[in-house]
């Protein structure tokens, strides 16, 4: 169900990621509480999934592990074909830096660096040229070719995000992780980040997966993943606003239980 996609882009078959019984604990003894319990997923290049559920229901930290933000207890998290779990921390810093881009819902910009300064961080963290044409024409795809000396604060929040997000695309990542973009913005604003996401998936080539508590948001996508108590609860293909909606509301009744075993078997097949 998730090789299908929508819409004319490179053709790619390869997979972008793949999570295999990931289970993270967080805290420990009487407060531990089991944020992602068994997780199996595949996603195939140039894909566009959203991951939806309830507040708590792990869709942080499923983020946060497959970026290599955090380490699993157990299982294992693949990244365009390396097993990023039994990485040091020095080889998954520097894969980080290579291979995934992520996109933070408080956009993460340093105050003090312009936005080309921003934009190009990463790069110059991992010692990768920096060629000034292309981050002109990122800028420019982004609609800040005329912000490029600006500072985060003379920008508005939508403006930040999109900083952000040419940030994320200039490190041509595999994979682009996106934790609530639009949460902070408002209705327009959105629309372009969501925009921006999905041309960096059909004019890009990148992976991208999207956490949002938005139905709108989410039928920007190929595929919607549901998550409830840390565990896949389905998923939802070609996802309409109204099909969202209706499966959100459903989450955790006994009929969804049923559907959602039948996705975790289709799942496990592409793995
Ligand atoms: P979501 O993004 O779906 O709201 P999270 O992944 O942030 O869910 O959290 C899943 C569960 O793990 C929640 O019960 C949350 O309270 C808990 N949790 C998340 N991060 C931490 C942490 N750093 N320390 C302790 N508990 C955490
Ligand atoms: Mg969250």
Redesign the pocket.
């Known amino acids: 169900m998730f090789r299908k996609r929508r819409g004319a882009g490179p053709a790619r078959s390869a997979e972008a990621l793949r999570l295999v019984g990931v289970r993270k604990v ?2 420990a003894g009487g ?1 531990a ?1 089991t ?1 992602l319990d068994d997780v199996t997923l595949s996603l195939p290049a140039g894909s566009f999934t959203a991951v939806m ?10 983020l ?1 592990c497959a970026a290599g933000l955090d380490r699993p207890d157990s299982g294992i998290v693949v990244v365009d074909g390396e097993e990023m779990t039994g990485a040091s921390e020095a080889e998954l810093t520097k894969f980080r830096r290579q291979r995934i881009g992520f996109v933070f819902q408080q956009y993460n910009l340093l105050p003090t660096l312009t936005v080309t300064q921003n934009a190009t961080l990463p790069l110059k963290l991992a010692r990768r040229r920096i060629d000034p044409h292309r981050t002109r024409e990122v800028l420019a795809l982004v609609g800040l070719a005329d912000r490029m000396g600006h500072r985060p604060d003379e920008l508005s929040g939508g403006q930040r995000q999109r900083v952000a997000i040419a940030r994320a695309l200039l490190a041509e990542p595999t994979v682009i992780f996106a ?1 609530e973009p639009t949460g902070a913005l408002d209705t327009r604003s959105a629309r372009d980040v969501l925009e921006l996401l999905r041309e960096a998936v059909h004019v890009h080539g990148r992976t991208v997966v999207m ?1 949002t508590h938005d139905p709108v948001a989410a039928s920007y996508a190929d595929s919607v993943l549901f ?1 409830a108590d ?1 565990r896949l609860a389905g998923s939802l293909a070609a996802p309409t606003v109204d099909a969202v909606a209706e499966r959100l509301a459903h989450l955790g009744d006994p009929a969804a239980r049923t559907t959602a075993a039948a996705a975790d078997a289709t799942l496990a097949l592409g793995v």
Not at 53 to 62: E, H
């Open positions: 967080h805290g407060n509480v944020a559920g309830p507040s708590g229901s792990g869709k942080s930290t499923l946060r934790d956490v998550l840390g």
